[in-house]
């Protein structure tokens, strides 16, 4: 098992740039794939970003390429979403997860073990 936690969110404007952390505890994220999600009102966990074990490898989403970019921090056992250019569009509660049976992330939500609490990002127009 592993525990997450989400940090970052925040109210910003459009064309703005957050950074969200998602500090990882239990197993060493070397070992595991971690992906980010984001679910917005009356919508269904959509995936933005996933990293692969110990970071060789990222993947990003059609809608934020280009804008968002993941990252992981092995000494920290940490896991950045660094969105840049953001748009109304992006306004959801962002949740990271941890794959612990791949090594490279998948878009399936159900492929997920674990799971944080979410962070709020709100983009103003």
């Known amino acids: 098992q592993v525990q997450l936690v989400e940090s970052g969110g925040g109210l910003v404007q459009a064309g703005d740039s957050l950074r969200l952390s998602c500090a990882a505890s239990g197993r060493t994220f070397s070992d595991y794939a971690m992906g980010w999600f984001r679910q917005a009102p009356g919508r269904g966990r959509e995936f933005v970003a996933g990293?692969?074990?110990?970071?060789?490898?990222?993947v990003g989403a059609n809608s934020v390429q280009g804008r968002f970019t993941i990252s992981g921090d092995t000494a920290k056992n940490t896991v950045y979403l660094q969105m840049n250019n953001l748009k109304p569009e992006d306004s959801a509660i962002y949740y990271c997860?941890?794959?612990?049976?791949?090594?490279?992330?998948?878009?399936?939500?159900?492929?997920?073990?674990?799971w944080g609490q979410g962070t709020q990002v709100t983009v103003s127009s």
């Open positions: 997860a941890a794959d612990l049976r791949r090594p490279h992330p998948t878009a399936f939500v159900n492929y997920y073990d674990n």
């Open positions: 990293i692969s074990r110990a970071g060789a490898r990222t």
